[in-house]
């Protein structure tokens, strides 16, 4: 079976730094596209960034340099790190993956497309504070 398993979730105050790290059970992740994703409260789901099948990350529109995408192949996993933390930065995370990288670039910052990924995992919750 394959899943997914976020770690490094945590509340932590504004300015702090957190890493998001998803691994991969059941597949190579190396040959999907990737990613991270993360629902606010009260707000729809949104995509943070993703591997494509080139291996470089692709940030979504609303990311700033805060964010840093990398992957560990050798370790079947890849880990989301953001710096300076601030409040809005608070949701649950979520990484998904795909085998077909045309479909997740194609879906992956489609609000109502995202669930047609293929495989997500339960998420982790990042809180940050004042």
């Known amino acids: 079976q394959v899943h997914l398993v976020e770690s490094g979730g945590g509340s932590v105050q504004a300015g702090g730094s957190l890493s998001l790290s998803c691994a991969a059970s059941?597949?190579?992740?190396?040959?999907?596209?990737k990613g991270w994703f993360r629902q606010a409260p009260g707000k729809e789901r949104e995509g943070v960034a993703f591997i494509d099948d080139d291996e470089r990350p692709v940030y979504a529109d609303n990311v700033d340099h805060r964010f840093t995408l990398s992957e560990d192949t050798a370790a079947n996993t890849w880990t989301l790190q953001i710096v300076d933390l601030k409040p809005d930065d608070t949701a649950k995370y979520y990484c998904?993956?795909?085998?077909?990288?045309?479909?997740?670039?194609?879906?992956?910052?489609?609000?109502?497309?995202?669930?047609?990924?293929?495989?997500w995992g339960q998420g982790t919750l990042v809180t940050v504070s004042e």
């Open positions: 998904a993956a795909d085998s077909a990288c045309v479909r997740f670039r194609a879906i992956w910052a489609d609000r109502l497309s995202q669930q047609y990924l293929e495989i």
């Open positions: 059941g597949f190579t992740a190396g040959k999907y596209c």
